[in-house]
């Protein structure tokens, strides 16, 4: 048996060439089908790449909890009143949700004078503990950020953000210089900003960030805090404590258990989940959309396959008469189907695989960053995927108008004018 027939392939590309246009328009239905689903399916990642990298390095394993007023009276007190979280709430959290990895409090004391030699701005000061650089994704460029220890002691030590630093100390390393902070001297022992500088995080920026005790000691704030946020456990969702978490914390404060509205709260991960059900579903109608333009490519071959049949009967009989098989007649038929299929397919997958490529590596070497968009690829399952796709719709263009070859009555064939 031969591997490569020779006469055969020169027969069919033969054909091909009597036949350049006819060959060319048949081609184009399957290029322009891979080359859709491809290009579609890059694209859709691109823009999955682009949400996705909002959420930067943060956790998304995450609730934000804030406190607000009452809505209705409970337990001696009336509707309206303002509630003020402390850092008991979240000692009774972790006591009493073993699910809880970590708990991250800040506290906002607005906008004080934070001055150093002769330069004096309005910054924002906050209160924190050690775990909100993990929750929000915060860069610490020199030095540290706060630590246990700190907490502890009470230190009066500061991290500052990165426009903070440039305007106090320019180019200067600000370890360890001090500022001041409404009259109360801090050492500076680290510079932060946000891994990725986004409009709603600039504040980041611009803002001190104290030990949370420190805040207590030195301003007087009584351990209050404005919010924090609750990290889970890989192993569980932030749905299944979300509930427990907030009756909590209306029990701790004699809240009515059906006031809605007296604990707020942000399921972060289950916006994320959201956000990934959504890309879910637009990477399905994008493989809707070019599986059904592939369709449309692969019944444009088999119905000029079943042309060139029609037009080759007499061929077809004279080569039964001779003492060619059925099997002969349907192989023939099925290469050049397959040929035409693979090449057209091959070539829409490079194509679109090389636009995707070269916008990725535009928008990397020129630094460009479009909201919403990063990154576009090609996955190589998407691309194996493509391959297998082109194999079995060339089978399926060729095998009709071939079956119907291997029937052709040799008589009659040669009758056929």
């Known amino acids: 048996m031969k591997i490569i027939d020779r006469d055969k392939w020169q027969e069919i590309l033969g054909t091909i060439r009597k036949n350049k246009l006819r060959t060319f328009l048949t081609a184009l239905g399957v290029f322009w089908g891979i080359f859709m689903l491809v290009f579609l399916l890059g694209m859709g990642k691109g823009l999955e790449n682009g949400v996705l990298k909002d959420f930067g390095g943060a956790a998304n394993n995450v609730m934000y909890v804030w406190p607000q007023r009452t809505t209705k009276p409970f337990d001696g007190y009336a509707a309206g009143r303002r509630l003020r979280f402390n850092q008991d709430d979240l000692a009774a959290l972790k006591r009493e949700l073993p699910q809880i990895e970590n708990l991250a409090p800040r506290a906002h004391l607005g906008s004080l004078p934070v001055s150093y030699k002769d330069i004096q701005e309005m910054y924002e000061i906050r209160g924190e503990e050690t775990e909100m650089p993990k929750v929000q994704a915060l860069v610490i460029h020199k030095g540290r950020y706060i630590n246990e220890a700190d907490l502890k002691e009470r230190r009066k030590i500061a991290a500052i ?6 305007l106090f100390f320019g180019d200067a390393d600000p370890i360890g210089k001090h500022i001041r902070v409404k009259g109360v001297d801090f050492k500076v022992i680290g510079v932060y900003g946000p891994e990725q ?27 209050e805090i404005d919010y924090f946020a609750c990290l889970v456990k890989e192993e569980y969702k932030v749905a299944a404590i979300e509930d427990k978490l907030k009756d909590i914390l209306k029990f701790r404060h004699h809240v009515h258990p059906d006031d809605i509205e007296a604990v707020g709260g942000f399921n972060l991960q289950k916006a994320f989940t959201q956000i990934q059900g959504l890309f ?5 109608f994008l493989w809707f959309v070019g599986i059904g333009t592939l369709i449309a490519g692969i019944v444009g071959v088999s119905n000029i396959m079943l042309i060139i049949v029609k037009e080759r009967t007499k ?13 002969s007649i349907v192989n023939m038929i099925l ?6 299929t693979a090449l057209s397919g091959y070539l829409g997958l490079a194509i679109g695989s090389l636009i995707i490529g070269g916008m990725s590596y535009l928008m990397y070497m020129n630094d460009i960053d479009v909201q919403n968009f990063y990154n576009p690829e090609v996955d190589v399952r998407v691309a194996i995927f493509a391959i297998m796709v082109l194999v079995i719709a060339g089978l399926f263009a060729g095998w009709i108008p071939a ?9 009659i064939a040669l009758k056929d004018e």
């Open 161 to 166: 953000g990165t426009r903070v630093a440039t």
């Open 335 to 340: 290469t050049e189907s397959i040929f035409i």
């Open 197 to 223: 500088l986004k409009p709603w995080n600039q504040d980041d920026t611009e803002s001190v960030v104290i030990p949370l005790t420190t805040m207590d000691q030195a301003f007087g704030t009584q351990g």
């Open 315 to 327: 061929e077809i009989g004279i080569r039964k008469a001779l003492g060619a098989t059925p099997g």
């Open 403 to 411: 079956r119907q070859a291997s029937k052709v009555n040799p008589v």
């Open 280 to 284: 879910l579903g637009i990477k399905l």
